[in-house]
């Protein structure tokens, strides 16, 4: 979407903010809005949302500086990891080991399950064989 300028906003109706939706706006210069009061939903619709980016910048939105969150988050529980697994098709994030589960759970790629050490083994020679 950013390479493609194309602008996502973003308005969350909920407890909590959604640190994927955030990211998204704030990369591409759109508005995230989590609203305090369910009744200016309408309003915040209207009046932001409609708006061009040019326009956005004369209305009062807000002061637009939360702290954005880019750390990331696995697929499966949604919660902040440190170490994680990803899928080489869709680059889904797993806080579970790969080895755990057969196929992506995003795309349904299968993963390839490998013995450990199987990388580094190598063939040994056939025994008996005339050398």
Known sequence: AQHAGVVIDAMVVGQSDSALLQQ???ITGGLYIRPQVPQGLIQYLLGAFSSDTATRAA???GSGSQAVDYRASCFCHKTVVD???ICSVC???FCK????LAQCPTCGSDF???AAGAAAATP???KGAAG
């Open 24 to 26: 998204a706006a704030h």
């Open 59 to 61: 209305l009062n939105l």
């Open 83 to 85: 170490q994680a697994w």
């Open 91 to 93: 680059l889904s994030i």
């Open 97 to 100: 080991a790969k080895n755990k």
């Open 112 to 114: 390839k399950r490998r």
């Open 124 to 126: 040994s020679p056939a």
